[in-house]
């Protein structure tokens, strides 16, 4: 069985803070996928970030970095000084060798200016 | 190049009527995934396919959901005797050969059930 928990609902920060999504996940497979994505206004799901169980490494890509651990079964997302354009419901998903795409619940992050 | 599209991009049905919902995965993907998406909510992930074949039908809520894809392009979903609860938007993914690689979504098929 697969599951994503994203426990933070909503946040809210003021343009320029740092905010971190939490993302922690389950699943039985030992050769699984972790993605980002973030869903805009507009509406169309954009990919961030994938990640394979086998490469620990964290990211960064401009604002946006990324820490994936294992031991905590967590791949969290942080936005570094965000910007009111950030705003946007970010999702975190797990795939499976054999297909099944699980995604969590979503964060809504709204960054007022 | 073109990305996924969806159509019909809106659609309101009457309770027990059929729908066909259709997807163009981006060409060269030979994995395309069905999701729906109540509003407000996450992603509810429906069948995946590999090709033509659908290892994973395990997210289909019921046997009124079908869905099928043929020459490893195009994909339809059907809902026979539609429910008010199936009132979501609809969402078509697809990506390169396998789950490891980052899935492009389409813009999605809001399907209304009055």
């Known amino acids: 069985a697969q599951k994503v928990t994203q426990a933070q609902t909503e946040i809210s920060v003021v343009e320029k803070e740092d905010v971190t999504l939490d993302c922690v996940y389950e699943?039985?497979?030992?050769?699984?996928?972790l993605f980002w994505y973030k869903q805009p206004p507009s509406g169309e799901l954009v990919f961030l970030i994938r990640r394979n169980s086998f490469d620990e490494q964290n990211e960064i890509s401009g604002r946006y970095s990324w820490n994936f651990q294992k031991s905590t079964s967590s791949f969290n997302f942080t936005i570094t000084a965000s910007q009111v354009v950030d705003s946007a419901v970010y999702f975190c998903?797990?795939?499976?060798?054999?297909?099944?795409?699980?995604f969590g619940d979503g964060t809504t992050l709204t960054v007022k200016p | 190049g073109a990305g996924v599209s969806q159509s019909p991009s809106n659609k309101v049905t009457e309770k027990g009527k059929d729908v066909e919902l259709r997807c163009d995965p981006i060409s060269g993907h030979t994995a395309l995934y069905w999701y729906r998406q109540s509003l407000g909510q996450g992603l509810e992930f429906l069948i995946y396919f590999q090709g033509n074949s659908a290892p994973d039908k395990s997210g289909l809520p019921s046997d009124r959901f079908s869905a099928e894809r043929t020459g490893g392009s195009v994909s339809t979903l059907t809902i026979q005797r539609t429910q008010q609860e199936d009132s979501a938007v609809y969402l078509c993914?697809?990506?390169?050969?396998?789950?490891?690689?980052?899935?492009?979504f389409g813009p999605g098929t809001r399907l209304t059930v009055t």
């Open positions: 699943t039985r497979d030992t050769t699984y996928y």
């Open positions: 993914a697809s990506s390169l050969d396998s789950p490891s690689y980052e899935q492009y």
């Open positions: 998903a797990l795939s499976g060798p054999a297909g099944k795409s699980t």
